[in-house]
C-alpha cells in the first residue's frame, strides 16, 4: 500500500476546521447546542472543532457503521446512541467524510424521527461525486474528488486514523494477495 504526501496538511486542516467553527459559533449563539459526533471516524475533526466552537454546547456521540452490500444499497448498524432527551436541543452531527450519503440520510432520519428542536449537518469533507442518497450538508470542510483518503480520523481497515494530516491511499498489487 502506498501513502501519498499530505492531500491536506495539518495547517490546512487546522485552518478549515477553525473557519467551520467561527460559523457555527454565529449561527448557534443563544441556542442550546448539543454536538454529536459520528464515531469513530469524525473523532479528530469532533475533538478539534469543539475545542474552537465559542458557545456553550453539550457533547455526545452516535457509533455507527454501514456495509456495503450492493454499490447502490448500504445497511447501517448503530452501536451506541445519543442518550439524551434532545426535544429541546438544536443537534448538530459532527462527521468525517459524505460520501454514498446512506449513513448521513439514515441518521439524520432517525435523529428527525426524535423531534429535535433542530438538526444540522458538518462534514469534514465531502465526495461529493459517490452521492447515492440525497442529504443536506450545512457545513462542509472541503470537496474531495473520488479518491480514498486516510488519516485525520480516517481509516483503511481501521488503521491511518492517527496521522495528522490527510492522504490519499492508494492499493498496489502487493496488497491483493
Ligand atoms: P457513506 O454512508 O457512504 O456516506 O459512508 C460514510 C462512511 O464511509 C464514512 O463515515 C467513512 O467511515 C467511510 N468512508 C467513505 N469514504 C472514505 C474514505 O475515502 N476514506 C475513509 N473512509 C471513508
Ligand atoms: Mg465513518
Redesign the pocket.
Known amino acids: 500500500m502506498v501513502i501519498g504526501k499530505p492531500f491536506f496538511t495539518s495547517e490546512q486542516i487546522q485552518n478549515k476546521v477553525k473557519e467551520l467553527a467561527d460559523r457555527i459559533s454565529s449561527d448557534y449563539e443563544g441556542k442550546n447546542l448539543l454536538a454529536v459526533g459520528?464515531l469513530k471516524?469524525a473523532f479528530m475533526f469532533y475533538s478539534d472543532i469543539v475545542r474552537m466552537i465559542r458557545v456553550p454546547l453539550a457533547v455526545d456521540f452516535i457509533i455507527a457503521s454501514?456495509y456495503m452490500k450492493e454499490s447502490t444499497t448500504?445497511e447501517v448498524k448503530v452501536y451506541y446512541d445519543i442518550r439524551e432527551d434532545i426535544s429541546d436541543k438544536d443537534v448538530l452531527l459532527i462527521?468525517?467524510?459524505?460520501?454514498?450519503?446512506?449513513?448521513?440520510n439514515y441518521l439524520r432520519e432517525r435523529i428527525l424521527a426524535r423531534g429535535p428542536k433542530s438538526l444540522r449537518i458538518c462534514v469534514f469533507l465531502d465526495?461529493k461525486e459517490r452521492r447515492v442518497v440525497d442529504v443536506p450538508l450545512d457545513y462542509v470542510g472541503f470537496e474531495i474528488p473520488n479518491e480514498?483518503?486516510?488519516g485525520y480520523g480516517?481509516?483503511y481497515d481501521n488503521k491511518f486514523r492517527n496521522l495528522p494530516y490527510i492522504s490519499i491511499f492508494k492499493k498496489t498489487a502487493t496488497d491483493a494477495k
Open positions: 459520528i471516524g454501514s448500504g462527521e468525517d467524510i459524505a460520501d454514498s450519503g446512506i449513513t448521513l465526495k480514498y483518503v486516510v480516517l481509516d
